[in-house]
């Protein structure tokens, strides 16, 4: 029985991915690998391996003391410093600081697990090796976001998006959008996580207080009641400039909800057989008119989505992540041997670079 301890205060900011992210891939290791792994969370012993989903100073330490005692420590690589350029604004010395932690974090865990392959490129800017890096994509559970038997027909074509009222999230462009199209309904779910220095603050809070009349920001929306939101709207729509592997995708997909999102290169090896896309606000509004116009290619793109969620189901994630702790607990022992490592590498990781 392998002991796993699962470090993370996302719970500390509600509304953001990397809390979905987490609660989602502890549950699974929970429940496909209770027959060989135990999971402790924030548990005040140390585990063999030590995953931390979060990178708290306090973590920092924890990770220093594992090492220490020759246990495994993993880290989950939710951003980098550029992702967060234009999601908070810090003071420029205070900016400098904590992005210097941010990789110095990384560069302290013996593995690292990234939700996107574009990643791994990026962090071997920063010096840390590609062999020290596994993708494995996140997922969400069919029990918890699945289609509704019968959707409803809803009095106008309604475009549903959700984020968190940041600059990077699009949240302007989609206000634009609304204005352009006033036969269309759109619902923005999501609030401001960092609060005033959120980036764009004052900008976005002008449009949240005096929207388009066929536009409604709902706030923050507790997760269990994000279904119904999916189920009900006809399609999604995810107007960033920069992400990862968006939770709110996923659980579009397992609703089998159409999604349209922004042709970005980091989607390139996740999600473009299965969404569709538009480079500017002009092939935005056009793919959204087309779908409201025409059913058939509204249903071709609720297809995409169906797929897409079969492609990340939660039994081929968690045998992912089975293989993964296995090679990660013995990290200290044969894992540092580079043939082993390449052969259960290549297994692992899915995509050969």
Not at 183 to 198: P, Q, T
Not at 283 to 303: C, G, T
Request: hydrophobic fraction near 40%; include cysteine; aromatic fraction near 14%.
């Amino acid at each position: 029985m392998m002991y796993i301890n699962m470090l993370s205060k996302a719970h500390t900011v509600k509304g953001q991915g990397v809390l979905s992210a987490h609660d989602e891939q502890v549950r699974l290791v929970k429940d496909y690998l209770y027959n060989s792994c135990f999971v402790m969370e924030n548990g005040g012993v140390l585990g063999e391996v030590n995953h931390y989903h979060t990178i708290n100073l306090e973590y920092f330490f924890h990770a220093l003391w594992a090492k220490a005692r020759g246990k495994a420590r993993v880290g989950y690589v939710h951003f980098l410093p550029e992702t967060l350029e234009n999601s908070i604004r810090l003071p420029g010395w205070m900016r400098k600081v904590f992005y210097w932690y941010v990789i110095r974090f990384y560069q302290e865990m013996d593995e690292l697990v990234v939700v996107n392959p574009y990643f791994i490129g990026e962090l071997r800017k920063y010096g840390i090796s590609k062999e020290k890096v596994t993708y494995i994509p996140n997922f969400v559970s069919a029990r918890d976001f699945y289609p509704e038997r019968e959707k409803r027909k809803n009095e106008r074509f309604t475009v549903l998006c959700a984020g968190q009222l940041q600059k990077r999230k699009g949240v302007l462009e989609a206000v634009q959008l609304a204005r352009e199209l006033p036969e269309i309904r759109f619902l923005w779910a999501g609030n401001f996580a960092f609060g005033k220095i959120s980036e764009g603050y004052e900008e976005i809070k002008e449009a949240v207080e005096n929207p388009p009349e066929n536009m409604e920001f709902l706030g923050l929306v507790e997760r269990k009641e994000m279904r119904k939101l999916y189920q009900e709207a006809d399609m999604f729509f995810l107007p960033s400039y920069e992400e990862l592997f968006p939770m709110t995708i996923l659980e579009a997909w397992s609703c089998h909800t159409p999604v349209l999102v922004r042709r970005l290169p980091i989607y390139q090896n996740v999600l473009f057989d299965f969404a569709e896309t538009g480079e500017n606000r002009e092939e935005f509004k056009e793919k959204i008119k087309s779908w409201a116009n025409d059913s058939q290619a509204l249903l071709k793109a609720a297809e995409a989505s169906r797929q897409g969620s079969l492609y990340y189901s939660e039994e081929r994630v968690a045998s992912l992540w089975k293989e993964f702790y296995t090679v990660a607990k013995r990290h200290h022992y044969v894992y540092n041997n580079s043939q082993y490592k390449k052969q259960m590498g290549d297994r692992i990781h899915g995509i050969h670079y």
